[in-house]
């Protein structure tokens, strides 16, 4: 069965930098589009990066554009989020996913971001 699961998230002060990784598994990684989500206390999650099969295209909601980088390694079928110049308002629980008939979610990894 499909398989997300997230780490590398933590405390960082602002400016700082984390990278978050998903390994993936029950499927064929390199077919799918994957995603980044990311849910704050009491808001809507949201979409914050996107990546194609093979890595060619990305996209960013506007708030981490400049920031953030996703990238894909289809050889290890795990997919990062590197994040920097963090700031208070990333703070939220950053979810992995994919969508392969249904959609499907990592655990999550929460990021704490400290001004």
């Known amino acids: 069965q499909v398989q997300l699961v997230e780490s590398g998230g933590g405390l960082v002060q602002s400016g700082g930098s984390l990278r978050l990784s998903c390994a993936a598994s029950?499927?064929?990684?390199?077919?799918?589009?994957m995603r980044w989500y990311r849910q704050a206390p009491g808001k809507e999650r949201e979409l914050v990066a996107a990546?194609?099969?093979?890595?060619?295209?990305?996209s960013y909601t506007d708030s981490v554009k400049g920031r953030f980088t996703i990238s894909r390694d289809n050889a290890k079928n795990t997919v990062y989020l590197q994040m920097n110049s963090l700031k208070p308002d990333d703070t939220a629980v950053y979810y992995c996913?994919?969508?392969?008939?249904?959609?499907?979610w990592g655990q999550g990894t929460q990021v704490t971001v400290s001004s």
């Open positions: 996913n994919v969508v392969k008939g249904f959609n499907y």
């Open positions: 029950g499927f064929t990684f390199s077919s799918y589009f």
């Open positions: 990546i194609t099969s093979a890595g060619g295209i990305t």
